[in-house]
């Protein structure tokens, strides 16, 4: 049972442009929800969360979108730049801060083309 | 402030030998987790402790896996009876004992079962 669905295996994007990768859900429990970049043989790295309670957090370049009616965020990142290129995984909990796991999607690898 | 710390980075292991992988987590965080990668899937969340406390391990398979969270010392993940299909990415995230859900993560331990 996948809960947290990423259903664009990669995406290709020129620099300078905006890149959109987006993320669905089907648990309504979820309350909180992050996006991780990850690097080959690195790590997952926190890129931005956003609580429920909000439809939209901003952090310089990173904007993520929370539509609860449609279960559905997106992460947009402008300008793009090649260094941003790696997978990018959405991923969803339950209940009050730092109560457990984390649920993931399958990733999208983003390029971004110089 | 050094990050979450986990060895060793390669383990490679031949069938029915055991694994210990180890996770040191970031200098004030008391909560630690384990997730798994296959190849070509997305992060499965595996166990979820605090100091000498399981409380959650929902993820684990049922057997030949276990996990612990000394008072002292790095938190453990073992595997006994390795079989091929534990070959996978094994990350260890930590996070504060009050915080907005954020975990950081480990470079991660890449296990091959022979």
């Known amino acids: 049972d996948q809960q947290v669905k990423q259903n664009s295996p990669s995406l290709s994007v020129q620099e300078g442009r905006i890149s959109i990768l987006n993320c669905d859900y089907t648990?309504?429990?979820?309350?909180?929800f992050l996006w991780y970049k990850k690097y080959p043989a690195e790590g997952p790295t926190f890129l931005i969360s956003?609580?429920?309670?909000?439809d939209k957090n901003e952090d310089g370049r990173f904007t993520v979108f929370l539509n609860k009616s449609a279960k559905h965020l997106s992460l947009h990142i402008v300008p793009s730049q090649p260094g941003d290129s790696a997978v990018y995984f959405c991923?969803?909990?339950?209940?009050?801060?730092?109560?457990?796991?984390?649920?993931f999607g399958q990733g999208t690898t983003l390029q971004v083309k110089p | 402030n050094a990050g979450v710390m986990q060895n060793p980075r390669h383990l490679v292991r031949r069938r029915g030998q055991e694994a210990r992988l180890r996770c040191s987590p970031m200098k004030g965080h008391s909560h630690v987790y384990w997730y798994r990668q296959l190849p070509e899937e997305g992060l499965k969340f595996m166990v979820y402790l605090q100091k000498e406390n399981i409380i959650d391990e929902s993820g684990m398979p049922k057997e030949r896996f276990s996990a612990e969270f000394p008072k002292e010392g790095p938190s453990i993940l073992r595997i006994q009876q390795v079989v091929r299909g534990d070959s996978a990415a094994y990350f260890c995230?930590?996070?504060?004992?009050?915080?907005?859900?954020?975990?950081?993560f480990g470079p991660g331990t890449r296990l091959t079962v022979t």
């Open positions: 995230a930590s996070s504060p004992a009050s915080g907005r859900g954020e975990q950081y």
């Open positions: 648990n309504s429990m979820f309350d909180y």
């Open positions: 991923a969803a909990s339950t209940g009050s801060s730092n109560t457990g796991k984390l649920i």
């Open positions: 956003i609580s429920s309670i909000k």
